[in-house]
């Protein structure tokens, strides 16, 4: 079975700031992707950023990117410049790609602190 | 704009009493979900179509059943609520086109009195 783990259950980050949130996964699978959501209070989760497992290269949206380690089974994700609009519970989620079942992390609550 | 849609947003149902949440979906995605969502925790997959091929986790309650008459329609029955069923119900599409991204409906919160 998948497991994805978010060890940072509460985070908070100045306004303008950078923030690194963890998560680590643990698989056998070679192939899979891996996404986070964020889900700000009382609205709907939407997709922040994906990768897909072969790719070697981390992805960025914007002010959103990934440390992907493969080896390591770690997908940190790292929001530049921090907007109060950020503030949301955000979640790492694994998939495989043979499948379609999504694992979700426990999840990370960030505050953007004016 | 295309997207996924959950009605009702809110639900009261009573103890016992059989309770349907709808989900629609005007994405033409072939793969629907429903996920289970406790305040403060990760959504819990409950169940999930892959076309018309309904796929059950393990884990999900025999008072959790769900249709799905058509591409665009998926519901969730629960047929005996009881009070910790009370939670946030999420659908969810994706499609392989997209790499399996998922489209979240905005959820029903159900309450269980």
């Known amino acids: 079975a998948q497991t994805v783990t978010q060890s940072q259950p509460e985070m908070s980050v100045q306004e303008a700031e950078t923030v690194t949130l963890s998560c680590t996964y643990d698989t056998s699978e070679n192939n899979y992707y891996l996404f986070w959501y964020k889900q700000p209070p009382s609205r709907q989760m939407i997709l922040v950023i994906r990768?897909?497992?072969?790719?070697?290269q981390n992805a960025t949206e914007n002010r959103f990117s990934v440390n992907f380690q493969k080896a390591a089974k770690s997908f940190s994700l790292k929001i530049s410049d921090s907007q109060l609009g950020d503030t949301a519970m955000y979640f790492c989620a694994f998939m495989k790609f043979t499948g379609n079942q999504f694992y979700f992390g426990t999840g990370t609550s960030l505050t953007v602190i004016p | 704009d295309a997207m996924v849609i959950q009605n009702p947003r809110y639900q009261v149902t009573q103890f016992g009493k059989p309770v349907t949440l709808s989900c629609s979906q005007t994405l033409n995605h072939n793969v629907m979900y429903w996920y289970q969502q406790k305040s403060s925790q990760a959504p819990k997959l409950l169940f999930h179509y892959y076309d018309k091929d309904f796929n059950n986790e393990a884990d999900t309650p025999d008072n959790f059943q769900s249709r799905r008459p058509n591409t665009s329609f998926c519901f969730l029955d629960i047929r005996s609520p009881g009070l910790g069923d009370a939670a946030m119900y999420l659908c969810a599409t994706s499609r392989e086109a997209d790499g399996y991204e998922q489209y979240f409906g905005p959820g029903t919160r159900l309450t269980v009195t």
């Open positions: 990768q897909e497992a072969y790719k070697q």
